[in-house]
Structure formats: C-alpha cells, structure tokens
C-alpha cells in the first residue's frame, strides 16, 4: 500500500508543542490544501519576484518576510502582475507569509486562481525558518516499524527484541516499577533523523503508553505509575534481544566483540540475553545500560579487563602462578 503523501492541509493541523509551534493559518487558496509537500527544503522567493526564475525551487515551500512583502507592495503601486503570473504558473505547494504580514490584493487573486494556499503567522522570519526546518526533518526523514518495547533506562533507550512470549512486556514492566520509563509497546515506529540519531516512539500516540502483560491484559503505564513513567520519543542507543536459553549456543562471556545491527543505515550495539528462570532480567539490561553509557565516555570494561589480563602474562606473574618458583620445569 502506498504512503499517505503530506499535504498543506496536514502542515495546518501540526500540534507541535511549546517553541516547535508553527502558528499557522489558511489565508488564501484553500482549494489548495490537498496540494502535496514533497520535499523539506525551503525557499525565499526574492529573486523569483524579480523575473529571475532560473534554478528556482518551485516544489519548495515559499517563505515571505518583510523583503518579499515590501517588493510586492512595490509591484502592486507600479502595477506590474507579469512576475507574479509566472511565478504561479509553477505548481507551488504554499506560500507563508510571517510576522502577520498580509499579500497585495493581485498576490492574492492571482494565488486564489491557481489553487495555492496562502498561510500566516505570527513568527518572525528566521524563527519560522528553524521551526519549519526542525518539523520537516521529522516528517521527512526514513523510518520504518520494528515490534518491540522501547524503554528508557538510565538516560539510555534501549529497544527489547525478541520473539512472541519471551518475556519483553514483563520485563519492560518491572523496569518501570523500578524507576525506568517506557517509550511504547508492541510496535515501535523509528525515524533516521540528520542521517545518524533513530528515534522511536508509538505508532499510535493514543494507546502507545498501553501495556499488554498476558493474563492481566491492558494496563494503563501512565495511570498506574504517573506520568513520570513515559516519554513520548526516545533515542534508540542499544538493542537488546532477548531469547530461549539455549545449552548448545555459545554465548559472550567476555563482551570484547561487540554485534551491531543496522537499521535505515544506522548502526546499532546490540547483545544479546538469554532467558531461564531465575535470571534477573531487569538487573541485566540496567547493567547494560550503565556499561552503555560507560562506553560512550569513552570507558570500555571488557577491553580494559582484556588489556590487565595481557599485562600480568607478560609480567611472568601468570607463569609464576601456574608453574610456582622452581626453574627445573
């Protein structure tokens, strides 16, 4: 099935809290709201206005500031339309005009004939410009679902793979009830933002801080252990799959090699935990994080074990130990 497409009508109804909010308004060329916004890039059409429409990004979303306003209004006083005519003869997805600021009667008519939507707000132009980027780049950036729990352990999101059954819930769940937080449940929708960060949450914000826990069914994270117990978006810095103990595998006992899996072209830590009654999972993965968050500064406890154990064979203490003092063997 095809990706719904991003549309002007979709812009509008953004709710993006605090200083990510556009303040945006239809002001013109409503019919225009289906049009689609195909790429994050913007534009300022100053040169455009000019009769300069060579390389010009007509698939971008238009920004007016105080400049192109104050060169429209000369247009409108000189009464020339010839510019304005060419530039929406292009197929352009919006025009925002920030400040407050209002487009001349002709910019208007001409935008209401072709069917361009004219939004305002309140933002100055530089402002705008870093919100609309920043909204963009989410919007824009690749993604795909993965299933899973996404937690928050010690600062470090950690995504829990595995099969059906195996225990991630349960886990997840004992993790919140020691302090931790939890991102979503079931499926997890990640996003490469800036090429190198995935960030992932719930496919439906709604139901996303819902638990289900087999033989208990659906619990409410938020209602039960309050609000401090969820977060919307986390950085997924390390993988943990979770999986049947298996007698015949060998497992690392040494962490000096460390696996990765790659998702939307980033890579990922990730280790792997077996699971058998009486092994404290919880435990476990809040070590891991711990020792994650060691490794990012730049400490890593496998290699500087490995590095001691080859300094005390070298000292000849190793020898000394397993052969004792006498030089006749």
């Not at 509008?12 to 409503?30: F, M, Q």
């Not at 920043?134 to 993965?146: E, S, V």
């Not at 009654?277 to 809040?286: K, T």
Request: aromatic fraction near 8%.
């Amino acid at each position: 099935m095809a990706e719904k497409k991003f549309t002007v009508l979709d812009l509008l109804e953004l709710e993006l809290p605090g200083h990510d909010a556009l303040n945006l308004k239809c002001i013109a060329g409503r019919r225009g709201l289906p049009r689609a916004l195909t790429v994050q890039e913007i534009n300022r059409p100053g040169l455009a206005l000019s009769g300069f429409y060579e390389l010009f990004q007509a698939d971008r979303l238009q920004i007016f500031g105080r400049g192109e306003t104050a060169y429209l209004q000369k247009l409108h006083k000189e009464k020339t339309t010839d510019t304005l005519v060419k530039f929406f003869q292009s197929e352009i997805p919006c025009c925002v005009f920030t400040y407050n600021l209002e487009p001349t009667e002709e910019f208007r008519a001409l935008a209401e004939e072709a069917c361009c939507p004219l939004l305002q707000t309140d933002l100055p132009s530089n402002e705008f410009s870093n919100r609309i980027i920043r909204a963009f780049t989410n919007i824009f950036a690749p993604h795909q679902t993965l299933h899973g729990v996404l937690v928050e352990v010690y600062g470090i999101g950690i995504l829990l793979n595995g099969h059906s059954g195996v225990g991630k819930s349960e886990t997840a769940l004992e993790l919140v009830e020691r302090g931790h937080r939890l991102v979503a449940d079931d499926i997890i929708e990640i996003r490469c933002v800036n090429g190198n960060v995935l960030l992932g949450r719930g496919v439906n914000t709604t139901i996303s801080h819902h638990m289900e826990i087999r033989g208990l069914g659906i619990i409410n994270i938020s209602q039960l252990y309050g609000v401090g117990a969820i977060r919307d978006q986390k950085e997924i810095q390390l993988i943990v799959q979770l999986e049947d103990w298996d007698s015949g595998k060998a497992y690392d006992r040494l962490g000096t090699e460390q696996k990765y899996k790659e998702v939307l072209g980033v890579k990922v830590p990730v280790i792997e935990i077996p699971v058998r009654p009486g092994r404290n999972l919880p435990i476990i993965i809040e070590a891991a994080a711990m020792n994650e968050r060691l490794k990012n500064m730049g400490y890593n406890s496998a290699k500087e074990f490995n590095q001691n154990i080859l300094k005390w064979i070298e000292t000849g203490d190793a020898q000394r130990t397993y052969y004792g003092n006498d030089d006749s063997y």
